[in-house]
């Protein structure tokens, strides 16, 4: 089993940073890809990045390249999403999961444990 706690959320000014953190519990953390997505008011949840196990291998949403970083620190069981350069289309409720397999994953699907969301607001 695997508990998820998203924090760092918050209001910021478009073009301004949010470093997101997901503490999670559980001796399986270092062993599960990990995944950040969001969802929006009205719109169905979007995948936004996603980093392998020893954090070798990371994946973003093209809407996010660029301008986000996910990493982990498997000694403290955490995973972080820096946003940087946030626009008022990045507004929405951010989800991390983790994922009971080998490899990244795209698809919301496809991950087994969630956490309870943090909201994000970027103001024009």
């Known amino acids: 089993q695997v508990q998820l706690v998203e924090s760092g959320g918050g209001l910021v000014q478009a073009g301004g940073s949010l470093r997101l953190s997901c503490a999670a519990s559980g001796p399986t953390f270092s062993s599960a890809p990990m995944g950040w997505f969001r969802q929006a008011p009205g719109k169905e949840r979007e995948f936004v990045a996603t980093i392998s196990k020893n954090g070798g291998r990371t994946y973003y949403a093209d809407s996010v390249k660029g301008r986000f970083t996910i990493s982990r620190d498997n000694a403290k069981n955490t995973v972080f999403l820096q946003m940087n350069s946030l626009k008022p289309e990045d507004t929405a409720v951010y989800y991390c999961?983790?994922?009971?397999?080998?490899?990244?994953?795209?698809?919301?699907?496809?991950?087994?444990?969630w956490g309870q969301g943090t909201q994000v607001t970027v103001s024009s």
């Open positions: 999961a983790a994922r009971v397999g080998v490899s990244i994953s795209t698809r919301a699907e496809e991950y087994d444990y």
